[in-house]
């Protein structure tokens, strides 16, 4: 029940990306040390570790 509140999260960042990056905005994070740098990729790996699905699927072609 959690996957929709969190695809709806995620939709709304990646608009709120592409709005900012039509506006000028784009490249705020090459502007910042590099301490902040590698700790927002680092958060964002740590993202996908917690929120991603690790789960073995078979293809879904197979069934077909």
Known sequence: WLDL????????ALLAVEIAQERGHGGWLATRPRWQRWAAYQGA?????????????PFIYFQF
């Open 5 to 12: 509140p969190l695809g709806v999260a995620a939709v709304a």
């Open 45 to 57: 790996i740590a993202a996908i570790f917690v929120f991603g699905v690790f789960k073995a699927q």
